[in-house]
């Protein structure tokens, strides 16, 4: 197992602070962050915790996960890797820009 935990389902006023904060009380924190969202600046609802070893990681899912945080069921869990995700493809018709014939 490893030390890093996703934490999911986050009341949106939670802060990477706040998260350390109810993390702690179950081991050392090594890092721990709120998502936010790159345009509105806004919490996404999700962060990852990194707890200083597997046993203090596994006594933070027991102890955190389903637990309610101000009014939602917090769900944690051991963090798995990013899922490789093809690239868009825009069709090369939509959008950007592209003069009218009728105006060269």
């Known amino acids: 197992m490893a030390s890093k935990l996703f934490v999911g389902n986050l009341p949106y006023k939670v802060s990477s602070e706040d998260l350390e904060q109810m993390f702690s009380?179950?081991?050392?924190?090594?890092?721990?962050?709120?998502?936010?969202?790159?345009?509105?600046?806004?919490?996404?609802?999700?962060?990852?915790?990194?707890?200083?070893?597997?046993?203090?990681?596994?006594?933070?899912?027991?102890?955190l996960n389903d637990s309610e945080v101000e009014g939602r069921k917090m769900i944690v869990s051991e963090a798995r890797p990013q899922e490789k995700r093809e690239p868009r493809d825009f069709g090369g018709d939509r959008g950007g820009y592209r003069p009218r014939d009728d105006r060269r």
Not at 44 to 53: D, I, L, N, P
């Open 25 to 63: 009380a179950h081991g050392t924190v090594e890092s721990a962050v709120v998502i936010m969202d790159k345009f509105t600046n806004r919490s996404k609802g999700f962060g990852f915790v990194e707890m200083s070893s597997d046993d203090e990681a596994k006594a933070a899912i027991s102890a």
